[in-house]
């Protein structure tokens, strides 16, 4: 299996819409990130969840489900090339999503879950597990450990931010590093809910504040993130969940070529 998680020039990135939506949305966005990874040339992996089980309200969009939302994740795939990550909530659902997804990514609310972290690393596919809101870095070490014992060929691990109060989050910059030396494994900086606001938005859904992801994005490339994560939609203000802190996907390529531009002479000046 190709690796999906550094080893290369630059970071690689992981974007896409916060859930599987329409055939149409999935592959425009499918399709604007083909043509970002061939015009950066960054390796570029599709994200999108086929069904989101965190949600702050019983009525709130979750996507299509495990075999529809597979399915739609399929036909961008054969259509874009590019490889897919989604998340899994259930130990059950692992082989299903294995035979689909390159990469499987532990949500951060399931972070300490060591059934389901097992199972991922048993699938023989690359895993990202999300750092817990609550997490310290040193306490990220078991959890890759877990998924580790599984005997998943590749591990990355997402800073998403520490709680911080009831309804912000705030991200220590050091943790890239601290991350990296504890469990020794690449660390991925997710922009998109660094800035949400859990349970601040309309009817207790949560908000999010998308303008400080280009300022945020561009402090974790310099200190050290060896890959971002970004939500992207046509159209954030109607997208079904996650919209306040998603990234408008035609303003995508420009904020990711400036975090590139960032990391590469942040490396350069370490080496000089």
């Known amino acids: 299996m190709a690796p999906h998680f550094g080893g290369g020039a630059s970071p690689f990135l992981i974007a896409g819409p916060c859930v599987v939506e329409t055939d149409d949305l999935n592959l425009r966005v499918g399709e604007t990130l083909s043509e970002l990874a061939a015009k950066l040339g960054v390796h570029v992996i599709y994200k999108a969840s086929y069904d989101k089980a965190n949600r702050s309200r019983i009525g709130a969009g979750r996507g299509p489900g495990l075999e529809r939302g597979l399915k739609a994740l399929e036909r961008v795939r054969s259509a874009t090339g590019l490889p897919i990550l989604t998340d ?108 949400q606001q859990p349970g601040q938005g309309p009817d207790g859904s949560s908000g999010g504040l998308r303008e400080f992801i280009p300022p945020l994005l561009y402090a974790a490339a310099a200190a050290g993130a060896d890959g971002f994560f970004l939500e992207t939609h046509p159209d954030p203000d109607h997208a079904p969940s996650d919209g306040p802190n998603m990234v408008p996907l035609d303003e995508l390529t420009g904020i990711v070529s400036v975090a590139l531009d960032i990391w590469q002479r942040a490396r350069e000046a370490v080496r000089a």
């Not at 909530?89 to 532990?106: F, M, N, R, T």
């Not at 998943?152 to 309804?167: D, I, L, M, S």
């Not at 910059?173 to 660390?187: I, K, S, T």
């Open 88 to 195: 899994v909530h259930e130990a059950g659902h692992v082989p299903a999503a294995a035979q689909i997804a390159d990469v499987l990514q532990i949500p951060a609310f399931l972070c300490r879950q060591t059934d389901l972290l097992v199972a991922t690393g048993r699938a023989g596919r690359s895993v990202n597990v999300k750092k817990g809101q609550w997490m310290s870095p040193e306490g990220m070490a078991g959890a890759v450990d877990k998924v580790r014992a599984g005997g998943a060929p590749e591990v990355a691990v997402t800073e998403r931010g520490t709680f911080f109060g009831y309804g912000d989050l705030v991200v220590d910059m050091r943790n890239f590093a601290r991350l990296r030396a504890v469990c020794g494994v690449p660390v991925v900086f997710d922009a998109t809910h660094s800035v």
